[in-house]
């Protein structure tokens, strides 16, 4: 099993809609959860970490976290097409210096 | 403000060729990290570095060496290049705010070895 795990997509969604990502992870020891964008051919960006039970907004994005389900999610509410990328999840336990990355959800966001 | 910045941005190799990829950051961060990206697969730690004098083996470390040169700069090592090692590498800094820890990443080095 892997230790993060994403749906791979791709992820259609019209423009102005809300586009919605799920991860899982399986050690119950993670404390800290991020969710990275990356754009084809760039290198990843930080745009959203969360580290309690319930949501968290930032702008349009809102990231959802249930640590009993071990589920955490990222909401894109008005998707625009500057919003098609690869969606990383990353998960770490506690102090660790190691960050799991899941593989990715590619969202394409049609004009 | 140049952030995170590795060298080189493509490379082709031989079987059994050796190569060393740079990074060197501004940010004054303390840990520092060597990411290999395959498709499918997700982003895989190869080796990092929590402070200056200090590495330590991620996830896929075989085939890989490190050197933390000084607080700034983290390079890695490819001693013979094999074709499983073909993918995109990223040299990643971090800093650690309130609540957690932030990566920032470079660029990225697409390798290729034939």
């Known amino acids: 099993q892997k230790e993060v795990e994403q749906n791979s997509g791709p992820l259609s969604v019209p423009e102005g809609a809300i586009a919605s990502l799920n991860c899982t992870y399986s050690d119950r020891g993670s404390q800290s959860f991020f969710w990275y964008r990356q754009y084809s051919g760039k290198s990843p960006e930080l745009i959203m970490s969360?580290?309690?039970?319930g949501d968290k907004e930032d702008g349009r994005f809102t990231a959802q976290l249930n640590k009993a389900s071990q589920y955490v999610s990222l909401l894109i509410r008005d998707s625009q097409p500057s919003d098609s990328a690869t969606y990383l999840c990353?998960?770490?336990?506690?102090?660790?210096?190691?960050?799991?990355f899941g593989a990715g959800t590619t969202v394409t966001v049609r004009a | 403000n140049a952030g995170v910045t590795q060298t080189p941005k493509f490379q082709v190799l031989k079987t059994g060729q050796s190569m060393t990829l740079q990074c060197a950051q501004d940010?004054?961060?303390?840990?520092m990290y060597w990411y290999r990206q395959d498709p499918g697969m997700g982003l895989r730690l190869i080796y990092y570095s929590a402070s200056e004098g200090t590495t330590d083996k991620g996830e896929v470390p075989n085939g890989y060496n490190v050197s933390r040169l000084n607080k700034r700069e983290f390079s890695l090592r490819l001693e013979s290049a094999a074709p499983s090692q073909t993918s995109v590498y990223f040299c990643?800094?971090?800093?650690?705010?309130?609540?957690?820890?932030?990566?920032?990443f470079g660029s990225g080095t697409q390798l290729s070895v034939l």
């Open positions: 990353a998960v770490k336990r506690g102090n660790d210096y190691k960050l799991s």
């Open positions: 990643a800094s971090s800093e650690r705010d309130r609540a957690g820890e932030k990566l920032f």
């Open positions: 969360i580290y309690s039970n």
């Open positions: 940010m004054n961060h303390n840990s």
